[in-house]
């Protein structure tokens, strides 16, 4: 079957060729000698050329929107490392700050898994004010990523709920060293330092 009509993607290295279709039940690569000697038959000015798979057409013509939503995927991931760091740091020093406090609490008789809820709460609220921003402004670039997007809406909820659970997970796990840390502070060294 001959078609004469441009590639649907803009830019496309295949726009306004000619194409000749085959399908068959046997290898496609095995008949291309045959198919050449035909279309020569037909038409020696119409040579067939850059015989090609549909399969092979398909994988050149989104290669470069997986190559954008691969680097995407690692910028986020950097991005999610960098956010634990981040969370982790300030809570050490959060917890470093507030040493004497944690020991004056534990010496009133404060349990561990108080002390622990006390950090973790703290690193929940900084996550939660984060995430707000974060959200508020991934809303307004949803729009302009709206091509790399596959299969999903820019204003898909139920993505937004999961980045939003991983965040939260994430920065638990970046405040239990902080937390862990702090529950372990002995009340007599913690008063006496100043």
């Not at 974060?134 to 139920?158: E, H, K, N, W, Y």
């Amino acid at each position: 079957e001959e078609i004469d009509c441009p590639s649907l993607q803009a830019g496309s290295s295949l726009q306004w060729q000619r194409f000749l279709a085959v399908r068959t039940s046997s290898d496609p690569l095995r008949i291309v000698r045959e198919l050449r000697r035909i279309a020569n038959d037909l038409d020696p000015d119409e040579p067939l050329n850059h015989v090609m798979l549909l399969s092979d057409i398909v994988e050149a013509e989104t290669q470069q929107s997986k190559t954008q939503s691969t680097l995407l995927g690692i910028f986020a991931a950097l991005a999610l490392i960098m956010a634990s760091i981040g969370i982790y740091g300030v809570m050490a020093y959060l917890v470093t700050q507030r040493t004497k406090e944690i020991g004056v609490r534990m010496a009133l008789g404060a349990q561990k898994r108080q002390i622990l809820g006390l950090v973790l709460r703290r690193g929940w609220i900084l996550t939660l004010i984060g995430t707000i921003i974060g959200i508020s402004v991934a809303s307004g670039l949803m729009r302009l990523l709206r091509s790399l997007l596959f299969g999903v809406s820019p204003t898909d909820v139920g993505t937004m709920a999961a980045v939003v659970i991983l965040l939260i997970f994430t920065a638990t796990c970046a405040c239990l060293v902080p937390a862990r840390r702090a529950a372990s502070i002995d009340p007599v060294e913690a008063l006496r330092t100043e």
